[in-house]
Nanobody, 118 residues
Framework: QVQLVESGGGLVQAGGSLRLSCAASGTIFSPNVMGWYRQAPGKQRELVATVTGSGGIINYADSMKGRSTISRDSAKKMVYLQMNSLKPEDTAVYYC???????????WGQGTQVTVSS
């Protein structure tokens, strides 16, 4: 079983930056993908960015390209999301996710609120 705990959310003005962190515990199998998703009120959860276990493959949502950087420290079981030039439309609950590829295991954190004021 894997547990994911996010931190780093908060209130920031438009144009500001935030760095989200996700700490994983439990047994993580390879290969895997970790990532960030977000869900705004009244909207479906959507992809923000994902990164493979080796860090070799990174994927960003179009809305976040050029404004965010995902990274992970597999030894520490951490994944990070640096977000810059934040916009009010980035306001959402941000969730950490881990998927074990080729076996069962799709885990979510409890989420961290990001609010961007105009």
């Amino acid at each position: 079983q894997v547990q994911l705990v996010e931190s780093g959310g908060g209130l920031v003005q438009a144009g500001g930056s935030l760095r989200l962190s996700c700490a994983a515990s439990g047994t993580i199998f390879s290969p895997n993908v970790m990532g960030w998703y977000r869900q705004a009120p009244g909207k479906q959860r959507e992809l923000v960015a994902t990164v493979t276990g080796s860090g070799g493959i990174i994927n960003y949502a179009d809305s976040m390209k050029g404004r965010s950087t995902i990274s992970r420290d597999s030894a520490k079981k951490m994944v990070y999301l640096q977000m810059n030039s934040l916009k009010p439309e980035d306001t959402a609950v941000y969730y950490c996710n881990l998927v074990h590829l080729g076996r069962r295991g799709n885990y979510w954190g409890q989420g961290t609120q990001v609010t961007v004021s105009s």
